[in-house]
């Protein structure tokens, strides 16, 4: 048995429409498919990550209680960027209205319309 590479991962959105700006519009990410509600509805926009890996935008009812970033549990999601690309990041999240929020030599921090912490990181990676 083994645990392999990340699967997918998930976020709660209480406004999916600006969750969906974010990650498609501001990040460049695709869409994969979506789903709705038996009402037609907008339940959920996957949106695709390399090698398969998706993350699924879900809609939530309700704002909902937010986790400190110094709370146990998940801490960020880290999206790989290449190094040569950074600043233009930094320019791209900015102008978008997505400060930077902290930054290390090889990571650059900011939120998504919910809060959540993303990281976009050019950090070596060994495969």
Do not use: N, Q
């Not at 590479?5 to 600006?18: G, Q, S």
């Not at 700006?21 to 390399?50: C, I, M, N, Q, T």
């Amino acid at each position: 048995m083994r645990v392999g590479a990340v699967h997918h991962l998930a976020i709660r959105a209480p406004d999916l429409a600006a969750a969906e700006r974010f990650y498609v519009e501001v990040l460049k990410l695709p869409v994969r498919e979506r789903f709705a509600h038996p009402d037609g509805s907008p339940r959920s926009v996957w949106v695709a990550l390399e090698d398969g890996a998706f993350l699924a935008l879900e809609a939530t009812p309700s704002d909902g209680p937010r986790r400190e970033d110094d709370d146990p549990g998940w801490h960020c999601v880290a999206l790989a960027i290449d190094p040569a690309d950074r600043e233009a990041w930094r320019e791209r999240l900015v102008e978008a209205g997505h400060a930077i929020e902290r930054e290390t030599d090889f990571t650059l921090y900011t939120r998504d319309p919910v809060g959540a912490l993303l990281a976009l990181s050019h950090y070596p990676v060994r495969r």
